[in-house]
């Protein structure tokens, strides 16, 4: 018989475990690993040698693996264009099987016909083709009498169960409501031997599995998933009506594997944590720590406690009012902001500051020359300063006068130096958006509030409470989410 490297000729060359064939003609996934490969000679008939490899040292240290493949496989059975299935024991005990180096090889009778041929096999975990199906896998190639050929065919795995689904969000651990957002979900997943598949030496699934959400809001894709190869995306579309609860279902059939569950948070607190700022202070006291992050802030000054404080639908809401002399506070917040940032306050003026006529600061981080500041200035206006002062390093907004003091707002300002914009928020409503600039980076300072920190005398008269720093421009979606959920 030919000799095709050291192998016999009319050889089938499978790999059943954690190590890739010897001989000529093994194969690679698309992940570029070893995968589970045939070679048979263009003989009417002959005999199939199959090799069982153990793990090499190479695999266990992290090397090149085989395809995943059950180790409760115990027979293999082979069919050549849908004709008889010759079948071989593979299990270690197998009269047809010898132990060699590295493993083990079992020979069968195998005939081919020249011309095109499909081999298929068929992977089981008893003798003879019997009991559970844990594998299959087709291929073709052409045969020509006398000429030696390959053939490389994957075995893909059944699933029979999954468990341990696990969603992981784009931003915080869950969908917010209000605003549109991503997830991607992922299973373990196991044989009908409930061995575990290995999804990254994974090419595909023997089957498809259908993946389905009880919910209009949130679409999942892909809806058939073929194989790992593919992301399992969540995608959530903002509207304020999804639901308490979101399942995505994950199904063999009509059997149910696995349910992954997602509850969308709401509340003002829920809601503002969920878009990842670096801080967020809710001043309910002379000292404290930020709601997320490890930073802290303290009153300097004089400031007198008050539980009429902004409406965030929370119980015993305390705040403190600032003298407008004295009262403010540091943090531990440095810096932090490169390209992009945005701040959000509560604010509760106790004079307007025409009255004051004078700078009244919110919030920010105070620079010579790179401002990140918002105040309320003498023309009662609004302002956030991004770059140097003056007209250029900044964007203004005028709230309504009859309001202006003794209410409670929500101003949130945002720049981007790379979409070059800044805007200013009003309660939850876009006031104002420059596209002219965006201004300078890397504000390196004090994150402080009441006051500034570099420009003296700044002091607000009345209540900020509900302080966030975020090192990115918070979307208009965004803004009119968290004020909708106070």
């Known amino acids: 018989m030919k000799r095709i490297g050291s192998l016999s000729a009319g050889m089938l060359c499978l790999a059943l475990g954690a190590a890739a064939c010897g001989g000529g003609g093994s194969g690679t996934n698309a992940a570029g690993q070893a995968a589970p490969v045939m070679q048979l000679a263009a003989t009417t008939t002959g005999s199939a040698v199959l090799f069982i490899p153990n793990p090499s040292a190479s695999n266990a240290a992290g090397g090149r693996?085989?395809?995943f493949v059950s180790p409760s496989a115990t027979s293999l059975s082979v069919s050549t264009n849908g004709g008889a299935a010759t079948v071989v024991n593979v299990s270690s005990t197998s009269p047809l099987c010898t132990p060699v180096t590295g493993g083990r090889t079992c020979t069968i009778p195998l005939t081919s016909a020249p011309g095109v041929d499909t081999f298929t096999l068929n992977l089981y975990d008893g003798a003879n083709g019997t009991g559970n199906l844990l594998g299959t896998g087709t291929g073709t190639t052409t045969a020509t009498v006398g000429q030696p050929f390959g053939v490389t065919i994957t075995l893909d795995p059944v699933?029979?169960?999954a468990?341990?689904?696990?969603?992981t969000f784009a931003t915080g651990s869950a969908f917010t409501v209000g605003i549109a957002?991503?997830?991607?979900a992922s299973f373990t997943l196991s044989d009908p031997d409930n061995n575990v598949i290995t999804l990254a030496s994974t090419p595909s699934f023997s089957s498809a599995l259908q993946l389905t959400s009880s919910d209009p809001h949130v679409t999942v894709a892909p809806a058939s998933w073929t194989g790992p190869a593919q992301t399992v995306t969540l995608t959530y579309d903002g509207s304020a009506a999804v639901g308490a609860t979101v399942n995505v279902l994950l199904k063999s059939g009509s059997t149910t594997l696995a349910t992954a569950t997602t509850t969308p948070v709401s509340g003002f607190i829920a809601t503002v944590t969920q878009t990842a700022p670096l801080a967020y202070y809710r001043l309910t006291g002379a000292s404290g720590s930020s709601v997320v992050g490890p930073s802290t802030y303290t009153l300097t000054g004089s400031a007198a406690p008050s539980m009429a404080c902004a409406p965030v639908n929370v119980p015993n809401n305390q705040c403190l009012v600032l003298d407008g002399l004295t009262g403010?506070?540091?943090t531990t917040q440095m810096g932090g902001i490169t390209t992009a940032g945005s701040i959000m306050a509560w604010v509760n003026l106790s004079e307007l500051p025409s009255t004051a006529n004078r700078i009244l600061y919110v919030a920010g981080i105070s620079q010579f020359a790179n401002d990140f500041d918002v105040q309320y200035e003498s023309d009662n206006n609004i302002r956030f300063y991004t770059a140097a002062g003056g007209?250029?390093?900044?964007?203004?907004?005028?709230p309504p006068l009859a309001t202006l003091a003794g209410n409670w707002h929500m101003i949130v300002a945002t720049f981007s130096t790379i979409t070059a914009t800044r805007a200013i928020y009003y309660d939850g409503v876009l006031g104002t958006l420059d596209t002219t600039s965006g201004g300078l980076p890397n504000k390196t300072g004090e994150f402080a509030i009441g006051e500034s920190?570099?420009?003296?005398?700044r002091f607000f008269p009345g209540s900020i409470t509900d302080v966030a720093l975020w090192n990115y421009a918070l979307t208009a979606q965004s803004v009119a989410a968290i004020y909708a959920s106070r």
């Open 181 to 184: 957002g991503t997830a991607t």
């Open 159 to 161: 699933v029979a169960a």
């Open 163 to 167: 468990t341990n689904p696990v969603l």
């Open 453 to 457: 920190t570099v420009f003296p005398g």
């Open 65 to 67: 693996r085989a395809q």
């Open 391 to 398: 007209p250029a390093g900044e964007v203004a907004y005028a």
């Open 328 to 330: 403010y506070f540091n």
